[in-house]
């Protein structure tokens, strides 16, 4: 009984079987669905601009930059 009561805090209490560990693939996960939606802008904004490259290099470097700064972290 006394397990069952121990068990059943640690499930009650966020992160006790899964610890620092989980919170690393939460965060892996989160800046791998930032650079796809980023990405997917990007793409955006180049087919809005694919007549002129000039104006798509111009308009969509905040893309490339955004995408640079989440791979330096």
Known sequence: MRTLVIVGLCIAMNGCFWGPHWDLLRAKRDLVQEQAAIIKLYRGCLEK???????????????????QAIAGI
């Open 49 to 67: 601009n694919q007549d002129d490259p000039a104006k798509a290099k111009s308009q969509c470097e905040h893309y490339t930059q955004s995408l």
